[in-house]
């Protein structure tokens, strides 16, 4: 196969063992799947899940998807391709599960490749990706859990990679405009990294794939630690509090899905990473020292988990 067929056959394989990992761990529902087609070119598999024992709402998404590039695409493109023209082909995954209990953590992941083309002519090819949680209570004995599982892949290609991804996915997922407020603890994420001399094309396939099923060693545990924890209305309300705080830097900050939404990209996939329900109550503030506070706190300021 060449890179684009493992790339696509990877991915596709990722989504199924994931959501049989979820489903698992869910007991009761299966994932209700979607195929799609672009009018542009390609489609994806979108699945679905909700009302489940423990998944209130979730997907796990792929998209194979290809075309020419537009002006609307040159312009939310980081790296846009020089002159004219061009075409561009991505492939990827995408996650988010949103618990029923509070005290378990929303997930999020996404590993992607994208290729720009001069006519056939392979132009530039990046990778990015990575998987952050979003608790609502703070468990420390967690957050070091899923920290140390994505600090052990990253050591397993370089040593250099944990501490600068961590602190990129730190700096990225937040709410600038709430204080800089981040969206949850964190984990790992990188964006546009090539090959090179020292870390060529396999190099970040092995290292997308290493991470990709390191959601399910990094995330199912503490599901299953935390799914029968007896909760109350108090404990849903701040949940639908945070989860606002999500919904707010989905839409407001994050490229993904400004990229997906302003280049005619698939609506319901998209906003498939809201939350079913949300809260926003003017100036809303938890009671000094509660646990409620304790979590607000790590969101202002990011730690050191490993």
Known sequence: MNVKEEWIQFILDLQNDICGALETCDGKLKFVEDEWQRMEGGGGKTRVIANGNV????????????????????????????????????????????????????????????????????????????????????FEEDAKHFHQTYKNVCDDFDKDFYPSFKKHCDDYFVNTHRNNERRGI???????????GEHDVKFWMNFARACGYAFIDAYIPIVEKRKLTPFDESHKHWQEIRRGRYVEFNLVHDRGTLFGLKTNGRTESILMSLPPTVRFEYNYQPKLGSEEDKLLQVCLKPKEWV
């Open 186 to 196: 964190g984990g790992i994420f990188y964006d546009y990294e090539r090959a090179s």
């Open 55 to 138: 998944f209130e709402k979730g997907g796990v998404n792929t998209s194979v998807v290809f075309g020419k590039i537009t002006e609307a695409m040159r312009s939310q493109l980081k790296t846009p391709p020089s002159g004219g023209g061009g075409a561009w082909f991505a492939c990827g995954l995408s996650l988010v599960i949103h618990p029923l209990n509070p005290f378990v953590p929303t997930a999020h992941c996404n590993y992607r490749m994208f290729e720009l083309y001069n006519n056939d002519e392979l132009l530039d090819r990046w990778f990015g990706g990575g998987t952050d949680l979003t608790p609502y209570y703070l």
